[in-house]
């Protein structure tokens, strides 16, 4: 990707589970964020708070984002959200297929039929894909592969402008995680998901779209994933997006970086 802003989301997952706490994190990294040219910072914080967050949003540099959105924009479907009504109030993001939501009975049709509503809305999607283990064989691509064509099965190379893929290997993702990918690992990634979509979409839209990377990054891991070793465009941060001075550190390294 040449010479764009650097995309670095924050998922809040159902976290902070203190009400204030939302605003306070959101402010802490809204003042570190707004100062920094090179890149877009995205919040999605659980559902209950995006409304909130978005009432303290000014400027673009720092944004909300919401965790999911449903296929549908209203209707009988208990505990949903409708991209409808986030667009109408001014949310610009939405993460989709993230691991945690498909390890709950999420499929790739869901994904799909979310991603074409959400487009619809006029939303930008951030893409969630990622094998759950590394075998020798180089299944894990094909795992990736079959994630990336049937979420993107009735979309054309336009709608691809409104799409943000995150590479997050399952096996590096969370408190448990053994590690988080290496830049090598990543980088071939970045390569392979731009290849599958250049074949459906055309070189000039695949390469135009970012590739995030997400799976314990911190502020000692950033720099090598968004630098030419990993060649991340931006990078989905799960528990670091929590702390504001963590998240900040993330945020001036991203900035940093041409
Ligand atoms: P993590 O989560 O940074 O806590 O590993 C990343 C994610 O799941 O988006």
């Not at 691991?99 to 999420?106: C, F, K, L, N, Q």
């Amino acid at each position: 990707m040449i010479s764009m802003k650097k995309i670095i989301a924050g998922n809040w997952k159902m976290n902070p589970d203190v009400p204030k706490n939302a605003k306070k994190i959101f402010l802490g990294i809204k003042k570190k964020g707004s100062t920094l040219r090179n890149v877009q910072t995205i919040i999605a914080p659980p559902h209950i708070y995006v409304s909130q967050l978005q009432d303290n949003v000014s400027g673009h540099r720092v944004l909300v984002g919401a965790q999911d959105a449903h296929n549908e924009n209203a209707g009988a479907h208990t505990g949903e959200t409708s991209p409808l009504a986030l667009t109408r109030m001014g949310v610009k993001y939405v993460i989709l297929g993230h691991s945690e939501r498909r390890a709950a009975g999420e499929t790739d049709e869901t994904v799909h039929a979310k991603l074409v509503n959400a487009i619809a809305n006029k939303l930008t999607v951030i893409l969630c894909v990622g094998e759950r283990e590394r075998d020798e064989h180089g299944e894990y691509l094909d795992v990736v592969r079959t994630q990336l064509v049937n979420a993107t099965k009735k979309l054309n190379a336009r709608d691809l402008g409104k799409v943000i893929v995150a590479y997050e290997p399952i096996w590096a993702i969370g408190a448990k995680a053994k590690r988080a990918a290496s830049p090598e690992d990543l980088h071939e990634m970045v390569i392979f998901i731009k290849k599958v979509l250049s074949k459906k979409f055309g070189r000039d839209a695949a390469l135009r779209i970012p590739v995030l990377y997400g799976g314990s990054v911190n502020d000692q891991n950033a720099e090598a994933f968004l630098g030419p070793k990993g060649g991340a465009d931006g990078l989905l941060v799960g528990r670091a997006s929590l702390d504001v001075q963590v998240f900040g550190n993330i945020l001036e390294i991203a900035n940093r970086i041409k």
